[in-house]
């Protein structure tokens, strides 16, 4: 049940104030709301009075419950809420309350200790100069990643999240940056821009938290370590802490609002005094966690920042992420002093760590996952192996040097040979895996040689994102075509076709899928159920494409239209097939994996368009960051070309020798839907191929233009209808909806209207 602004407000007001909510906030109202009306007041004469009187009485009728006008709740958004929450300048290594042509204003009576105390205020000071912006110096429309800051020599801490923009892989092994995306960090960005100091190694991408630590290049002595605190900090209720970063411009707040907290000025260091506010699930990663949370007038950009505690001086958390009006979430530093991992590295933790934490089965997940495509496992690029950490499995016919000094090789049974252990940490042999010799069935038994062979195929399942999670059920209903009548009909009658995972309709006219509707899983139990399986892409399938039976050839472009172009197309999956290689059996995984090839999946496009292995300049990946913002490791994924009139015509071959004239998509659309703490979230995109003619093929622009497009204007430009429930999901509004854009190297499209 959508919450309203008129209770977000008492909410957080209750929230801020300790439960005593606008009653409290009432009894201190000129105190409170002094330093925002002398803000309003500049260049709007008259009007400041007005606005206080205004916020006064819908403060009064909160109080009271009475009905509150929308105005009224407007003046006590834009002069209560950032008063209580401010915001401090950071200059040249100290910070004042933000300023009016150049005269630093009074701030609210709480936050006034934070410079007239001259202890506090240097406690703050010293934290100042290790903490910097995470510049991405390949990226000139977003040069800014987040927050960084120093926790140990040359060390940074920042979120997952942001280190995914230019690094990819999981856990302290098989880490790399993203071909062509280096990335920096600068210290000042205050009021200028300082040093970038280049960052050099990705050392670890926590699996389970979203944190992340990055090595960088010699920092100078002034710039020393911050002390991370070892006291929990979703055990401290309303301790005062600052959040230290680098705020954006947020589209999930009000333009008004944040414009006058900030003053227009946003990207630069910032200070935002708040309060702890214990623990709270939240959703990161596939998964709930218990995140520490805090209060802050956080934005953005914040993404990565500091939140200092008053009390000691030491970081009690990392925020990663927020709600307007709501809460944010924060790491909190002591719990990572409880992963031995994490310690190893180095990190500079004031007092004893160690102890136990519930998150090794997702270190184990890391160990075990498949390196990222094209990494040299002798040699990982300057990245550095923390020593003692399970040997990993290699892919078929590799050689693995790990950590530690043993050496695994694969001809093909496993075998692991210890070179000798690091002092003090365990390593793990094997001998011999006999499961590893056991012959791989061939993926051509399950092509289907009758349509009776089609009976039991598990098709799109909309209570998917029911399982994999302890929330409450939910359902995702599959899509369906505006008009109907442009529908291919089936033999045996109806339009839909249920694969394995996946199902699909197909548009009669043009040959290709309207729309597919997939089940996509990052659970290890369902993508390798068996041990011993052979779950490589060669392994799995030679990749033959064949037609659907249950469907007439003239509604399916055959695969000799592809195989014949003279080179022009890529077979492009639409629903990818490592999405649907996944099931609770070796044999109902090869049939996903299967099915995925049949030519009602495929369309033509340009080579590299949809594959997920470059990483960059598709969308191939984007799944994997819609996952960053998920509750569980489940998604629904609808896609499919968007078929315009004005496609161009490729003349290729058909059956038999006949030839065949088919348009040819230059558009194509995805909509993720992934399971969030507090319902359903969905993301549409919208990808295009930029065709052009030349003599023999179509080519494609240097990159792919990728854009971020509401659900309501994909309906429009598609034909194809999604359920309202989708429609209230569509994150294209929030800020879940722009970080994934930006991870995923997207423009947001400008909204109609």
Not at 374 to 394: A, H, M
Not at 405 to 429: C, D, K, M, Q, Y
Not at 510 to 520: E, G, K, P
Not at 731 to 749: D, F, N, W
Request: proline share 5%; hydrophobic share 40%.
């Amino acid at each position: 049940m959508p919450v309203s602004r008129e209770q977000r407000i008492r909410q957080y007001l209750d929230l801020v104030t300790g439960g005593d909510g606008t009653e409290s906030v009432l009894a201190n109202m000129d105190a409170t709301a002094d330093v925002t009306v002398e803000a309003i007041a500049l260049g709007d004469d008259g009007k400041t009075e007005a606005a206080r009187e205004s916020a006064r009485t819908g403060l009064e009728n909160l109080a009271r419950g009475a009905e509150v006008a929308p105005e009224q709740l407007a003046d006590v958004e834009a002069i209560i809420i950032p008063a209580l929450r401010p915001v401090y300048d950071i200059k040249d290594g100290t910070f004042t309350t933000l300023t009016f042509d150049g005269t630093p204003t009074p701030g609210h009576s709480l936050w006034t200790k934070l410079t007239s105390d001259a202890a506090l205020k240097q406690r703050i000071e010293k934290a100042l100069p290790a903490i910097g912006r995470i510049e991405l110096l390949w990226n000139t429309n977003i040069p800014y990643g987040g927050t960084g800051f120093v926790v140990g020599r040359n060390l940074l801490m920042t979120n997952r999240h942001v280190a995914q923009i230019f690094a990819s892989g999981l856990g302290d092994r098989n880490l790399q940056f993203i071909n062509g995306r280096a990335a920096g960090i600068d210290f000042k960005r205050d009021s200028a821009a300082g040093h970038v100091f280049k960052i050099l190694n990705i050392r670890m991408i926590h699996p389970y938290w979203d944190m992340a630590i990055l090595e960088v290049e010699g920092l100078p002595e002034y710039v020393t370590p911050l002390s991370l605190a070892v006291t929990d900090a979703r055990d401290l209720l309303r301790q005062e802490v600052v959040a230290i970063g680098y705020p954006a411009f947020d589209n999930r707040n009000p333009e008004d609002v944040q414009s006058d907290i900030m003053r227009s000025r946003f990207q630069v260091k910032r200070l935002q005094p708040g309060m702890l506010q214990g623990a709270f699930d939240t959703d990161s990663f596939g998964k709930i966690v218990n995140a520490a949370t805090h209060d802050c007038s956080t934005l953005g950009g914040n993404s990565g920042s500091a939140l200092l505690d008053l009390a000691t001086g030491e970081i009690a958390g990392l925020h990663f992420a927020g709600r307007y009006l709501e809460r944010n979430y924060a790491v909190p530093t002591g719990v990572l002093a409880r992963d031995q991992r994490v310690v190893d590295l180095g990190l500079n933790f004031k007092g004893a760590t160690g102890g136990s934490n519930d998150w090794g089965a997702w270190w184990n997940k890391a160990d075990n996952a498949s390196p990222a495509e094209g990494v040299n496992l002798v040699d990982v690029g300057g990245v550095k192996p923390i020593p003692g950490v399970v040997t990993q499995t290699p892919p078929s016919g590799g050689v693995v040097v790990s950590p530690g000094g043993s050496v695994t090789f694969e001809v093909p049974l496993r075998i692991t040979v210890s070179l000798g252990a690091a002092p003090g940490h365990e390593v793990t042999t094997e001998s011999v895996d006999l499961e590893a010799a056991k012959p791989t069935p061939p993926g051509g038994a399950f092509v289907p040689k009758t349509i009776a062979d089609y009976a039991g195929y598990d098709g799109y399942d909309e209570k998917f994102l029911s399982g994999g999670t302890k929330l409450a059920p939910i359902v995702v209903p599959m899509p369906d075509a505006t008009d109907p009548s442009v529908l291919a009909p089936l033999r045996d009658g109806g339009t839909q076709l249920d694969y394995q995972n996946f199902s699909l309709k197909m548009h009669a006219k043009r040959r290709l899928a309207l729309f597919t509707a997939s089940n996509v899983t990052e659970e290890s139990n369902l993508r390798e159920p068996e041990k011993g399986r052979n779950y490589s892409r060669a392994g799995l399938f030679s990749e033959r494409w064949f037609p659907d039976l249950r469907l007439d050839d003239k509604y399916q472009i055959p695969d000799v239209f592809y195989t014949k172009d003279q080179g022009a197309f890529d077979k492009g999956h639409i629903v990818r097939r490592d999405d649907v290689a996944w099931g609770k059996t070796f044999e109902l995984l090869l049939k996903g994996n299967v099915c995925s090839f049949h030519v009602t999946n495929c369309s033509p496009q340009v080579d590299g368009y949809n594959r997920s292995d470059s990483g960059e300049k598709n969308w191939g990946d984007l799944e994997n960051h819609v996952l960053s913002e998920a509750a569980s490791e489940r998604l629904c994924v609808f896609a499919g070309p968007i078929l315009a009139d004005d496609d161009r015509i490729f003349s290729g071959k058909g059956p038999k020798g006949t030839s065949l004239r088919a348009p040819v998509p230059r558009r194509f659309w995805k909509v993720v839907v992934a399971r969030v703490n507090d319902g359903l979230a969905s993301y549409g995109f919208v990808l295009e191929q930029d065709l052009s003619d030349t003599e023999l093929e179509f080519t494609v622009a240097e990159e792919f233009i990728g854009a971020m497009y509401p659900l309501s204007e994909i309906s429009e430009m598609t034909g194809v209808s999604f359920d309202q429930s989708l429609i209230d999901a569509d994150q294209y509004e929030t800020v879940r909806g722009a970080e994934i854009a930006l991870r995923a190297g997207s423009r947001k499209r400008r909204k109609k209207g």
